[in-house]
């Protein structure tokens, strides 16, 4: 429970919605290595986990770039497909993991 909450202030840390500008508050950047030991991730999760992390974190960026409901439905797609490759490599526990850590990083930065 220590690595979760320590992970979630990782995630959390330094984000206030109102002083994100809209690229800041789509960038996805993350520890990895932090990431990993939240997750309790193997070397081989570590290695799927961080190309599906780059990918989500481009169409992120992909999506900075858009406006209004373009932008919303392009944050959408790449969060559910981020979800369903997650949930293939993690085990239960770590998607749960996973999902938490995402909805808190995405509720602090003001983007659900």
């Given amino acids: 429970m220590v690595a979760v909450l320590s992970m979630t202030m990782t995630f959390a840390e330094n984000e206030n919605a109102a002083s994100l500008n809209n690229t800041e508050a789509y960038n996805m950047t993350v520890n990895m290595k932090k990431l990993a030991q939240a997750l309790s991730l193997n070397k081989d999760q570590i290695e799927s986990v961080a190309e599906i992390h780059k990918t989500f974190a481009a ?37 749960r993991k996973y999902v938490m850590l995402l909805n808190v990083t995405l509720l602090n930065r003001g983007l659900r």
């Fill in 59 to 95: 169409e992120m960026m992909f999506a900075a770039q858009s406006k209004g409901e373009e932008r919303n439905k392009m944050v959408e797609k790449a969060i559910k497909k981020d979800l369903a490759y997650m949930d293939y490599i993690l085990s239960k526990e770590q998607y």
